[in-house]
């Protein structure tokens, strides 16, 4: 069974330009959340998206956005880059619950390396 | 808000040797505890996960325990070998956030 795959792996952007980050899950997952990591904020919590609709946001400018495909397949943007938005951008994806909540494992993404110059 | 500390921050052992990791969170509010592993510039791989009605899950050389009443948790390794040194990271999911909320880490060196 394939895991969760990101793409690109890397890239490379200027300040003021916008970048497009892209999520494929686990196949059968429904749920897909996206986390930004730095050195010195750790894992934080973006968004998590399920059928379609964001349903919970982190505490991040409206610059990050995020959507959800029918497919599940999620991507994430970023208008607008700044310096500090140079990070780790990682994806994870979850089966739901009947009841709709993720209670089950977590699995993540081999992440998004994002430089901004 | 859901704090989560993990300690110490850095770990140095040699080879051979059981370890335990801690992860502390503030509230008991959770659905699950996850604990991954982490290699340099890499993505997060699953290692355990501890339910909130659990105790304990176990695979291979890894346990972890879960005692939300004191919020604690602990990952017990047997028999570190050098290819466990990666940073080590707890998650809690909490109740009704649909989101996970990390520890720091702990930088796990095992050297031979």
């Known amino acids: 069974k394939a895991g969760v795959t990101q793409t690109p792996r890397y890239l490379i952007k200027t300040r003021g330009q916008q970048v497009t980050l892209s999520c494929s899950p686990i196949?059968?997952?429904?749920?897909v959340s996206w986390y930004q990591q730095t050195p010195g904020q750790g894992l934080q919590f973006l968004f998590e998206?399920?059928?379609?609709?964001?349903?919970n946001k982190g505490n991040f400018p409206g610059r990050f956005s995020g959507r959800q495909f029918s497919n599940s397949r999620s991507e994430m943007n970023v208008s607008t880059l700044e310096l500090g938005d140079s990070a780790l951008y990682l994806c994870?994806?979850?089966?739901?619950?009947?009841?709709?909540?993720?209670?089950?494992?977590?699995?993540f993404g081999p992440g998004t390396r994002l430089t901004v110059l | 808000k859901q704090e989560v500390t993990q300690i110490p921050a850095a770990l140095s052992v040699p080879e051979g040797e059981n370890l335990v990791l801690n992860c502390s969170f503030t509230d008991s509010a959770i659905y699950n505890l996850q604990w991954f592993r982490q290699d340099p510039g890499k993505g997060l791989t699953s290692l355990l996960l501890i339910q909130s009605s659990q105790r304990e899950q176990t695979s291979g050389r890894l346990n972890a325990s879960l005692d939300k009443s004191s919020g604690r948790s602990t990952l017990y390794i047997a028999a570190s070998q050098p290819g466990d040194s990666a940073t080590y990271l707890c998650a809690l999911l909490i109740q009704g956030a649909q989101k996970l909320v990390f520890g720091q880490g702990t930088r796990l060196t095992i050297n031979p």
């Open positions: 196949s059968g997952h429904r749920s």
């Open positions: 994870a994806s979850s089966k739901i619950r009947a009841s709709g909540r993720i209670v089950d494992e977590q699995f």
């Open positions: 998206y399920f059928s379609e609709t964001q349903r």
